[in-house]
């Protein structure tokens, strides 16, 4: 089983950048597809970023693309998100997961198939 906690989540300006950690225990990331997904209030769970078990490839849907950056430490024990540019658009609740069978597809409707998610932290961007 794997546990993820979320945190750096906050509020800040349009156009401000942001850091999001999501801290794994119980299993390391190198067996897992890792994903950033988030949700607003009144919208579907929306699949943000990926990042496969090779710790390279990764995917963006396509409303952040150029924006964020997924990664992950050399210890593979936390993953990052990176987000730049930011918009008031992007303001949700931010959570990490796990997927064992290969990576969730980004966009809307990917929820299915996730192993394990975080509690989520807070992003809230002021125009």
């Known amino acids: 089983q794997v546990h993820l906690v979320e945190s750096g989540g906050g509020s800040v300006q349009a156009g401000g950048s942001l850091r999001l950690s999501c801290a794994a225990s119980?299993?390391?990331?190198?067996?897992?597809?890792m994903a950033w997904f988030r949700q607003a209030p009144g919208k579907e769970r929306e699949g943000v970023a990926t990042l496969d078990t090779d710790g390279e490839t990764t995917d963006y849907a396509d409303s952040v693309k150029g924006r964020f950056t997924i990664s992950q430490d050399n210890t593979r024990t936390t993953l990052y998100l990176q987000m730049n540019s930011l918009k008031p658009e992007d303001t949700a609740m931010y959570y990490c997961?796990?997927?064992?069978?290969?990576?969730?597809?980004?966009?809307?409707?990917?929820?299915?198939?996730?192993?394990?998610w975080g509690e989520g932290t807070l992003v809230t961007i002021s125009s």
């Open positions: 119980g299993s390391t990331f190198s067996t897992y597809c």
């Open positions: 997961a796990a997927v064992s069978f290969g990576c969730p597809e980004v966009g809307y409707g990917s929820t299915t198939g996730v192993d394990y």
